[in-house]
């Protein structure tokens, strides 16, 4: 497995590449296949994506009625909370384009966490392409948490070695709230992962997750290997800055991915 990492010299033209690459494979996935499904990322980082998407002129590069959106993961909360994933890209991008109703795929994070869980993973394996053990996303969004996590895999918490499900509900006191997260089995059968990383705060953290040693359930960010896909890192120079090796513009074998099994 190779990772492609792509350095940007600030936030603003990390998000424009992120934006351009979702036009690019979005295109690529509809001439295809007619449809693109993607996952989307939480946090505060994507939203310059998102905006950039939803404005001309990328909002009219997309056939919009051929994108099929879903999360990546959830805070448990109503829809139209200030911490919802969900509201955060319908107000940056969903209300913005032209995207029918039903091609939008929210976790329901009003429901009890366990059962929403279990409703989504029933909606992915309905809507997804089979791809050996699990659904088969033509892109998944991640961000990366100064904490070395990645969707809702939280450091020391089972959601990161899960093996069969798909969509599981963990509560993490860290951040002392029910989360619903696609599990590695999904992110790693997808087409395209791509980690849109920004900001000297998570510095430190990259170099760990890139450079240090392998060790999932501290840094679950390492779990990500996509088994035939490509993964790749959209970082700005700020969060890059801890990087020891030059590898602008490389493709380089990540460290976890060469061959090994990440979760070992
Ligand atoms: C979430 C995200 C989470 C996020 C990282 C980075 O629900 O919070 O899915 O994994 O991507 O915490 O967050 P920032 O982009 O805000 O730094």
Redo the contacts with the bound molecule.
Sequence with gaps: MTAAFRYYPDRDSLMAAAADQFVRLAAAAIGARGRFTVAL??????KGMYRLLGAEPRSAQVDWSKINVFW??E?CVPPDDPAS?YRLAREALLDLVPIPSQNIFRMLGEAPPERAAEEYERILRSELPANGAAGRFDLIL????DNG????LFPGLPAVRERLRWVMAEYVEEVSMWRLTLTPVVINAAANVSFLVSGEDKAEMLARVIEGPVDVDRLPAQVVRPVNGQLRWLVDEPAARRLQHDDRFAEIEQRVGRGGDATS
């Design positions: 990322s939480g946090g505060s980082t994507p990546g993961d805070r994933n991640l961000g990366m948490g996590h990645t969707a809702s």
